[in-house]
């Protein structure tokens, strides 16, 4: 099997190797620099895996800005047995992207990264128009979360929510999507980004 980054032949160097196949190379793994971290929103949990910096970015820009779609698998390669188990009955609510951006990448970015969940995703959230929240100001970005709207009242009483995002920069993405989902009275709301940036260590 060979490694989805660097396409070097992968070794077996663990019982993880062994027991999880994981699809990219220990090399690879180390340069990614995993470490976990719970930010807070609200008082709620955000799980976070990898600081957002030098790998991190170039592997992201090839995914998303270069569409290179094969590298889905690499961002929760060594994470994704144990979330698999954590969240098997939850519904998993991705932050939206702007659809004109999705459908230029042809692929959406953020559920193609959590699919290895195996769970039904829930497009209740939607992105009305298209801004860089690391461009604006504070209140500038408080305003712009609001393009953030549901499209979608599904019953979720009796269901548990994972919202997922790919990166946690202000965090007002986040709180946003969760106040919308909130309002529907889930049974319980989680909340994964994959990584965040060290504006919020
Ligand atoms: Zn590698």
């Known amino acids: 099997m060979r490694c989805l980054i660097c396409f070097e032949q992968i070794l077996i160097t663990g019982i993880h190797t062994l027991l999880f196949h994981p699809p990219i190379c220990h090399r690879c793994f180390l340069k990614m620099n995993r470490t976990p971290k719970k930010i807070f929103i609200d008082g709620i949990p955000i799980q976070t895996f990898y600081p957002y910096e030098d790998f991190m970015i170039s592997l992201v820009y090839q995914y998303k800005g270069c569409r290179d779609f094969a590298l889905a698998p690499v961002f929760f390669a060594y994470d994704a047995f ?93 709180q946003r999507c969760l106040h919308l989902m909130k309002d529907l009275k889930p049974k319980k709301i989680d909340i994964v980004a994959m990584a965040y940036t060290l504006s919020n260590s």
């Not at 609510?93 to 042809?106: D, H, I, L, W």
């Not at 969940?117 to 690391?134: H, I, S, T, V, Y």
């Not at 709207?149 to 790919?166: A, F, G, T, Y």
């Open 82 to 174: 144990y979330l698999k188990i954590k969240y098997r009955d939850y519904w998993i609510v991705p932050v939206p992207s702007y659809k004109k951006s999705e459908e230029e990448r042809g692929f959406s970015h953020v559920k193609e990264m959590y699919r290895f969940l195996n769970r039904p995703f829930l497009d209740c959230l939607q992105k009305k128009e298209n801004f860089k929240q690391a461009n604006l100001s504070k209140e500038k970005r408080k305003e712009s979360v609001k393009n953030i709207q549901r499209c979608l009242d599904p019953p979720l009483q009796n269901k548990k929510i994972l919202i997922v995002d790919d990166i946690i920069t202000t965090g007002s993405t986040l």
